[in-house]
């Protein structure tokens, strides 16, 4: 947390219409001390279901430095009292690559006992509980009015606060818009699928889904919870769920189409990222929350006409049958405050299509989508930031501004291989680049102190060939380090004929001057080579 943010609780009840038993919503609250502070605060929240929100705290605080800046958790989540955790359904998640499968509903039912074993009544957990907490903590605050900040989730929280409380909202900020009127689950499949052209990729992509399908992958990964390694099973259906997720990154969005290419003709190596980034998003979330929203306020709104190929889709049916909570009622949430919509080009969760035509029904609210941005725009939009903050400045005078962002984030002429990721994993598999450099370095000084020439212009070369090397992997890495999963620069391949020149050059030595340190740096330097050409590209 940055200074001058003090964190605390909000007492509210679980359930509004039964209000004995309370519960405690947590939010942090960051004072500004800019001379020109305006005295309406932004209040933001993250999305999810049961993401946290306060560690944004800081971001947020840069981003708005004329402005307080509160940040509320969503009742359940991660830094509220109680947290919804709901590990039962997440190991079951995982599960979904393991053979055979595991049982979601059977999960659900143990998750459910245990919660009201606590005490917890999970009909409590809906937006619309979450909506009227926000209202209350501005009522506890004393804020006048404040700018509301949603995304992905949270926007319909936000929308909803926003028709509760119309006199306590400024203006509101709807990044990633999931209105109520969309049937997201039903539009799940779809959704992917336009991604996957949007980013050129829709041949590659449905190549790689029938061959995994065909033949599925064998992969071993990490369980986080049990933090055990086994092997997943994964098919083309299980890559393209994982990509849905992983979409959401416009850094992964830069290269999914180079790893998607090379998944299609068989380089199942990088299949590890993927396989480890399931397990990572287990642990996101607070489950029991998500659940408890989603089988209240989503589910029930779709039709479930056809089977999606999503198993995240599937098995959050499956949760819902298993916990038969009540729908909720559609709310009419509509505001008279000005709204700003915005949208990501490659978002496979609220796309524009979507997004785009609901803040068209808004009166008052403009839209605008981002090029080569994903899910969550404010967070890696530097143009996308600076827009809100105009529009927060004068919410009804749109901006006429451009804004483009520099494509940084796309790598140029990648070579495909699942060397560096290992590597990120188990470092000690790097040892034979850094003998090698090492190596080289020792021989360049070494000769060059003794005035042998050829060896000495051996290390040399083996010295450039490892700096360029590193060079080119870190200026990627700063570019866009998801990168990393799926290749290295070409130019890093290209480089190759250095290291072969300095292996040329430590041979020739060596065959002049048969000593024990030309005889380890020749050896070294073919070692090298091998584990190079044969591993590492």
């Known amino acids: 947390m940055p200074p001058r943010t003090t964190c605390a609780f909000l007492e509210v009840p679980e359930r509004r219409d039964a209000p004995d038993r309370k519960i405690k919503v947590g939010y942090a609250v960051h004072a500004s001390t800019a001379k020109d502070r305006k005295p309406d605060p932004v209040v933001y929240m993250s999305g999810g279901p049961g993401s946290a929100s306060m560690q944004l705290t800081g971001f947020l605080s840069q981003m708005f430095p004329d402005r307080d800046v509160v940040a509320v958790e969503q009742r359940g989540s991660k830094y509220s009292e109680p947290a919804l955790g709901c590990p039962e359904t ?6 979904q690559l393991r053979r055979p499968p595991a049982d979601l509903g059977a999960a659900a039912v143990r998750c459910r006992k245990r919660l009201q074993e606590q005490g917890v009544d999970l009909r409590g957990y809906n937006t619309k509980e979450i909506a009227a907490d926000v209202v ?8 006048d009015s404040w700018n509301l900040f949603g995304v992905s989730y949270s926007t319909r929280v936000m929308m909803d606060v926003a028709a509760a409380d119309p006199e306590g909202v400024r203006s509101v900020v709807l990044d990633s818009y999931l209105p109520e009127s969309v049937g997201w689950y039903d539009d799940a499949d779809r959704n992917l699928a336009d991604t996957a052209a949007r980013l050129n990729m829709k041949d590659a992509f449905e190549a790689m889904t029938a061959r995994l399908n065909a033949t599925p992958a064998q992969v071993t990964t990490t ?18 769920t994982i990509m849905a997720e992983a979409l959401h990154e416009a850094d992964f969005a830069a290269v999914a189409p180079a790893m998607v290419g090379a998944l299609a003709t068989g ?61 909720s009622k559609p709310v009419d949430a509509t505001t008279k ?6 949208g990501g080009q490659y978002d ?6 979507t997004s785009k035509a609901a803040a068209e029904s808004l009166p008052g609210a403009r839209f605008e989508e981002f090029p080569r941005a994903s899910h969550a725009v404010f967070l890696t939009s530097p143009c996308a930031r600076r827009k809100i903050v105009e529009f927060l ?30 590597i990120s994993k188990s470092p000690w598999l790097a040892a034979p680049f850094a003998l090698f450099a090492l190596v080289s370095l020792l021989q360049l000084v070494m000769a060059a102190l ?36 799926v290749g290295v620069p070409g130019t890093a391949v290209a480089y190759t004929w250095i290291a072969a020149a300095a292996a040329a050059l430590t041979a020739a030595a060596f065959l002049r001057d048969r000593r024990w340190p030309q005889i380890s740096a020749a050896v070294v330097g073919a070692g090298f080579l091998v584990w190079w050409l044969t591993w590492f590209l």
């Open 90 to 95: 997440a190991e079951a998640l995982l599960g």
């Open 136 to 143: 209350a903590l501005r009522e506890q605050l004393g804020y």
């Open 223 to 240: 369980d986080p919870l049990l933090g055990k390694a086994f092997t997943a099973r994964i098919s083309g259906d299980d890559v393209a």
């Open 267 to 327: 380089h199942d190596e990088l299949l590890r990222a993927l396989a480890d980034a399931v397990g990572e998003g287990l642990v996101s979330h607070e489950f029991g929350l998500y659940h408890a929203v989603q089988c209240q306020d989503e589910v029930p709104f779709n039709t479930y006409a056809t089977k999606s190929r999503l198993f995240t889709i599937n098995g959050d049916k499956a949760v819902c049958d298993a916990w038969q909570l009540p729908k």
């Open 337 to 342: 405050a000005p709204v700003y919509v915005l």
């Open 348 to 353: 496979p969760t609220t796309p524009t299509r």
């Open 393 to 422: 400045a004068a919410p009804k005078d749109a901006s006429a501004s451009p804004c483009v962002d520099d494509d940084t984030r796309q790598p140029v002429g990648l070579h495909v291989t699942g060397a560096p990721y290992q």
């Open 450 to 485: 003794k005035g042998r020439a050829l060896a000495a212009f051996g290390g040399l070369a083996g010295v450039a060939f490892a700096g360029l090397v590193g060079q080119s992997v870190y200026a990627l890495a700063e570019r866009n380090e998801t990168a990393l999963a």
